[in-house]
């Protein structure tokens, strides 16, 4: 299975952007979908945004258009534009891949970012 590595959280002002990727320790090319979810303290993992291998992507309503997901399959890593940040963005963002493995799929998640959006 894949292993992913996420990076560029951090601290900045409402109104700010970030830059998160997700390198992954293979081809990103065949897996058939891969996304950021974020966990704020005290609620559940959520679907921030996914990309598929054809490059359909899904966005949660409460960050459609201000945050832009995209992969560079030639760099194997998978980004999250995040604009417009606003306090409840606040959280830790993971990346999961989702591939095809044998006669089944399988999921692997990173580490997690933390993303603080606060003034």
């Known amino acids: 299975q894949v292993q992913l590595v ?24 065949s897996i058939y979908a891969m996304g950021w979810y974020r966990q704020a303290p005290g609620k559940q993992r959520e679907l921030v945004a996914v990309i598929s291998s054809g490059s359909n992507i899904k966005y949660a309503d409460s960050v459609k258009g201000r945050f832009t997901i995209s992969r560079d399959n030639a760099k194997n890593t998978v980004y999250l534009q995040m604009n417009s940040l606003k306090p409840e963005d606040t959280a830790v963002y993971y990346c999961k891949a989702d591939e095809v493995v044998g006669p089944g799929t399988a999921s692997s998640w990173g580490q997690g970012t933390q993303v603080t959006v606060s003034s």
């Open 6 to 29: 996420e990076s560029g959280g951090g601290l900045v002002q409402p109104g700010g952007s970030l830059r998160l990727s997700c390198a992954a320790s293979k081809s990103i090319f």
